[in-house]
């Protein structure tokens, strides 16, 4: 009897082992010394992948961030190797599913497909090969991404932190880190916090992750501010809050869909301070 592929259980499993191995698959790209600005993307567009994509084709050990599929291959005058095993990613479709009432309604479905990368290939025309396409255009510094969106920012004190209550991100001065990366970083999950907030994109787990609902808002705010940094070129060489991996590794050992809501929400974010416009109006409190 053949078992139906499960793409939930095996991104899941791909993400609970690194957790476990290692450092935050978020992390790796960078710890193994990539430049800055690069990230899995597809070599034969230049297309970055997003969501959980970006998080499966980080768990690799490839130091080339470039994949395609084997049609893709072949159409670049290469081959995948003989013996060389795929990375399976995802592909959201939308089927619209007739309800009970007659009316329609879209329902996301998830269906698994293979790609490979460029250093499981021979044959590759480099010359057709392309790279990360950049995100960010203009001021790209992370203070001008704040103003931008409109968030309040305020400098001083030893702690890093975003309060809904006052709904503004505190932060120690840039001169208090080791390095402008590390203030950039840092800012940056903040404002994935900052995001949360009900009049941007209202984002709440108690109800489905019920005590570990705040350890999980630090998982959207750690891929997040991931997603934020590949765009923008900043190196992320450490966790915000490396405290809450176990409870992560909980809640997705428990729910194999988890770190679907998480890297669905943290992309949600990462766009909304990557591409929105200006906030006009005042926001209560």
Not at 220 to 241: D, K
Request: glycine share 10%.
């Amino acid at each position: 009897m053949t078992t139906k592929f499960d793409i939930y259980q095996d991104v899941t499993d791909r993400i609970v082992n690194a957790l476990e191995q290692g450092p935050a698959p978020w992390l790796k790209p960078w710890a193994e010394g990539k430049c800055g600005g690069s990230g899995p993307h597809n070599a034969t567009t230049g297309r970055a992948y997003s969501g959980i994509n970006w998080l499966v084709l980080s768990c690799s050990a490839y130091t080339s961030d470039g994949w395609l599929t084997y049609k893709q291959a072949t159409e670049l005058g290469g081959q995948v190797r003989k013996g060389e095993k795929g990375t399976h990613i995802v592909f959201w479709s939308f089927p619209k599913i007739q309800q009970d009432d007659g009316t329609f309604k879209a329902v996301p479905f998830a269906k698994g497909y293979v790609v490979f990368n460029t250093q499981q290939c021979d044959g590759l025309d480099p010359a057709k090969l392309k790279g990360m396409e950049p995100v960010v255009a203009g001021d790209t510094s992370i203070n001008a991404l704040a103003a931008r969106v409109g968030a309040d920012v305020r400098h001083g004190g030893k702690k890093a932190f975003y309060t809904p209550e006052g709904d503004y991100v505190g932060m120690p001065t840039a001169d208090s880190f080791a390095s402008p990366d590390a203030y950039a970083a840092t800012l940056a999950h903040e404002l994935v916090h900052w995001t949360g907030h009900k009049s941007r994109c209202d984002r709440q787990f108690g109800k489905r992750f019920g005590d570990d609902a705040y350890a999980f808002e630090e998982l959207v705010a750690e891929i997040g501010s991931a997603f934020v940094c590949a765009q923008m070129g900043i190196p992320l060489e450490s966790l915000q809050h490396s405290s809450y991996i176990a409870a992560w590794l909980k809640v997705l050992k428990a729910d194999k869909r988890a770190i679907f809501t998480a890297s669905s929400q943290a992309k949600r974010s990462s766009e909304f301070l990557i591409t929105k416009e200006p906030v006009i109006e005042e926001i209560a409190a």
